[in-house]
């Protein structure tokens, strides 16, 4: 099957820094999404990363505070900008592979 | 808004039992939906999928059901085992937007006890 491997795997940040989170995939895809899941709820689309343009971001996420980057087929960065205890969820990238849609392990981010 | 949601947050199942784990859509553009499996500190696994032009699949001890009448989406598992406890996720995919673009219902939380 499809891998999607993320990194860092977790981290616990301060509030008003930064964190870049990675996401690569072992198979050349068009389009790379990244998700946000906060404790205990379901997962809610930040951002579709297409190579080659600007990321489309879903409404109530803007690319100041979730900047992001899709430098190739098999690869992005997210951002989360000037952090704050509101930004502690689970981050996740995923991509529909030849397996189907698939998802990395995700980022476990605690802001303190 | 429309979303996809599920009936039941949590579930506790005696081990061996048939679980079933509810999911119900609004959006009549869904035209594909998978069933999720996240266990704690994982991200979700794909357990299976259906499109909307079937009513049924099945695979190894799981069996999609879905009710385009109603909006109504199920998963059953059978003889479910303690390694089955995990939150489960519906989500669907609609017409007319970005593929690979999911929408996620609430999940529902499968305790299975031995």
């Known amino acids: 099957s499809a891998v999607i491997s993320q990194k860092p795997s977790r981290d616990i940040c301060q509030r008003g820094t930064s964190l870049t989170i990675q996401c690569q995939v072992d198979?050349?895809?068009?389009?790379m999404f990244w998700y946000r899941q906060q404790p205990g709820q379901s997962l809610t689309l930040i951002a579709t990363?297409?190579?080659?343009?600007?990321?489309?971001?879903e409404s109530g996420f803007v690319i100041d505070k979730f900047p992001i980057s899709r430098p190739n087929l098999t690869f992005s960065t997210l951002t989360v900008s000037n952090m704050s205890p509101e930004d502690s969820s689970i981050y996740l990238c995923?991509?529909?592979?030849?397996?189907?849609?698939?998802f990395g392990s995700g980022t476990r981010l605690t802001v303190v | 808004g429309e979303s996809v949601g599920l009936h039941l947050p949590t579930l506790s199942v005696q081990e061996g039992d048939n679980s079933i784990i509810n999911c119900a859509y609004s959006n009549s553009a869904s035209d594909y939906f998978i069933w999720y499996k996240q266990e704690s500190g994982k991200g979700p696994q794909f357990i299976i999928d259906i499109r909307s032009n079937m009513d049924k699949r099945q695979g190894q001890r799981v069996t999609v059901l879905l009710n385009k009448t109603v909006k109504h989406l199920s998963l059953q598992i059978a003889a479910t085992q303690p390694g089955d406890s995990a939150v489960y996720f519906c989500?669907?995919?609609?017409?007319?937007?970005?593929?690979?673009?999911?929408?996620f219902g609430r999940g529902t939380q499968l305790t299975v006890w031995p």
């Open positions: 995923s991509a529909v592979t030849d397996y189907g849609y698939t």
């Open positions: 990363a297409n190579q080659g343009s600007e990321a489309t971001y």
């Open positions: 989500a669907e995919n609609r017409r007319g937007s970005t593929l690979g673009r999911l929408y």
């Open positions: 198979s050349q895809v068009t389009m």
